[in-house]
């Protein structure tokens, strides 16, 4: 259901947003919200969690660069803690990309985030710009609003690969979504109403105090959707590429899994130790192929990371922007995550009732999975 | 052809205690004879296998992979077997967008009465991996 929030000063894109949060504190409908800001030097922008509505000034949840997947930053807001007594709850709204949102719906799902204070807000997303890029971006590209501006022509070239080929760049699985796509909201300087998406009961109470009022879903921003989604779903490459290929040149750094946000295991089982591997057994090895190659087992491990998330990968594409030597990560994990999902037709993050697929079952499925014994008179 | 003919495929297998590991018991006390390609390793339930040991298992040059547990329904923890059908679908998937070939995974249910079934199956998957060849991953190093 869409309803517009009124009553608003005048102004960009970001600043209608700033009031809105602003509102949201003042009212006391949330104690804290968390947004991107940029940050006072350089241009680096990244999620702040805002408790005094003055210091929201700044906020930039558009701003095109995206350091790390905020859901990190829920889990460490809604952390439990075991055999502490129970502080009185206090609510937060994250105001994040739809990709974070997915992610912290599939870590809601795997027991790493409290979902009861958390309001998730989420927005239509433009996409952001891989870390090198977008730190040598001329200054007028870089302006927070840029790129939502120009995604409305198209997305530019250097767009980070797993947004280019994103589909769900809508905040639909959000309590409540920005909407600003198909309208001039993003490029109006002197905007003085903000359309939201409810998704559901929890957006609902989350406008309470905030002046919105019911209004028609506009047309246009079907139609831009649609259009967007087109124009992605056509990038999508179905056939095998030379996965090992293109593995070939990975140092095992395991950025990939620090910034991942499925990959909440405090204790993984890819760490070298955890193989029980001793000196011998190397040597022994190394007899077997006549040569072993060092770091050992790359391949093992994207393929095993890739066996354990790829059922919850929200393709946000940080772990893209994470390796340093360029492996096309976000577009590999895109493809596997899409086969590995369409299996059990589930997509992560998309809905928070649905269980996720490897801790529950049919009984009657997946038949072409079992090599039954064939038929013989 | 020729040399497929020669080739000796070497199987590892990961059979349930219950079932499919009983099966093999059953297989050798009743002395029914099956090639001796297969390398049994004993786990608890089909649902207990983590997909990083067949993965380790094919890089490291084995021509194939059988997972055996109970038939549905029978499983000695209720569901352990569905579980292990839903992430052999996963690692099937996942290898084929790999480039590796997801016909050298096989899942069979085969229960502990079934020791000639047993035999049958390790015969018929002996004789598909031979038809398959090598593993290429036997000589590839930069894995």
Not at chain 1, 225 to 254: I, M, W
Request: hydrophobic share 35%.
């Amino acid at each position: 259901m869409m309803k517009k929030i009124t009553n608003l000063d005048a102004g960009d894109y970001h600043s209608l947003i700033q009031q809105f949060l602003a509102r949201l504190l003042e009212k006391e409908t949330v104690y804290a919200v968390l947004v991107a800001k940029r940050y006072p030097k350089g241009r680096n922008a990244a999620p702040v969690l805002v408790r005094d509505p003055e210091k929201l000034d700044g906020c930039a949840p558009l701003a095109p660069v995206q350091g790390f997947n905020a859901a990190h930053a829920i889990v460490e807001l809604t952390r439990e803690q075991p055999g502490m007594p129970a502080a009185k709850p206090r609510r937060i709204a994250a105001l994040i990309r739809p990709c974070e949102i997915r992610a912290t719906i599939e870590l809601i799902k795997l027991k790493q985030v409290q979902p009861e204070n958390v309001f998730l807000i989420g927005f239509d997303c433009p996409g952001v710009y891989n870390l090198k890029t977008y730190r040598d971006l001329p200054d007028d590209r870089a302006e927070p609003l840029a790129l939502a501006r120009a995604s409305v022509e198209g997305d530019p070239e250097d767009l980070r690969e797993a947004c280019r080929l994103c589909t769900s760049f809508t905040g639909d699985s959000a309590d409540l979504s920005l909407a600003w796509m198909g309208s001039d909201a993003i490029t109006s300087e002197d905007g003085s109403t903000l359309l939201v998406d409810v998704r559901n009961d929890r957006g609902e109470e989350l406008l309470r105090d905030a002046d919105a009022e019911d209004v028609e879903s506009p047309p246009e921003r079907e139609a831009a959707v649609s259009k967007k989604h087109e124009e992605r779903e056509q990038r999508f490459n179905e056939d095998a590429e030379e996965l090992l290929t293109l593995l070939g040149p990975c140092v095992r750094c395991y950025n990939c899994r620090e910034v991942c946000p499925i990959c909440y295991c405090k204790d993984c089982l890819l760490k070298p130790e955890k193989m029980g591997y001793t000196p011998e057994r190397h040597l022994n090895r190394a007899a077997k192929k006549g040569q072993l190659k060092m770091p050992l087992d790359t391949v093992l491990y994207h393929l095993t990371k890739m066996n354990h998330m790829a059922t919850s990968c929200v393709a946000c594409g940080v772990c893209e922007q994470a390796c340093p030597m360029d492996i096309p990560l976000g577009r590999i994990y895109n493809r596997v995550g899409r086969h590995a999902q369409a299996l059990f037709d589930y997509v992560a993050g998309r809905d928070r009732e649905e269980q996720l697929p490897v801790t529950t079952f049919r009984e009657d499925e997946l038949a072409d999975v079992q090599n039954v014994k064939k038929e013989t008179s | 052809m020729a040399e497929n003919e020669t080739f000796e495929p070497k199987i590892i297998a990961f059979l349930c205690n219950w079932c499919t590991y009983a099966g093999a018991d059953l297989a050798g006390t009743s002395r029914l004879q099956y090639p001796a390609n297969i390398r049994i390793i004993r786990m608890m339930c089909s649902g207990s296998l983590d997909p990083t040991y067949v993965v380790k298992a094919l890089l490291e040059g084995a021509d194939g992979v059988l997972i055996g547990g109970c038939h549905p329904g029978d499983c000695h923890y209720l569901s352990g077997n569905y579980k292990a059908r839903r992430r052999v679908a996963v690692l099937k998937s996942v290898l084929k967008d790999a480039g590796l070939d997801p016909q050298r995974v096989w899942l069979r249910w085969v229960s502990a009465s079934e020791g000639g079934y047993f035999a049958e199956t390790v015969r018929e998957m002996v004789e598909h991996i031979r038809k398959l060849g090598p593993n290429p991953l036997q000589l590839e190093w930069a894995v």
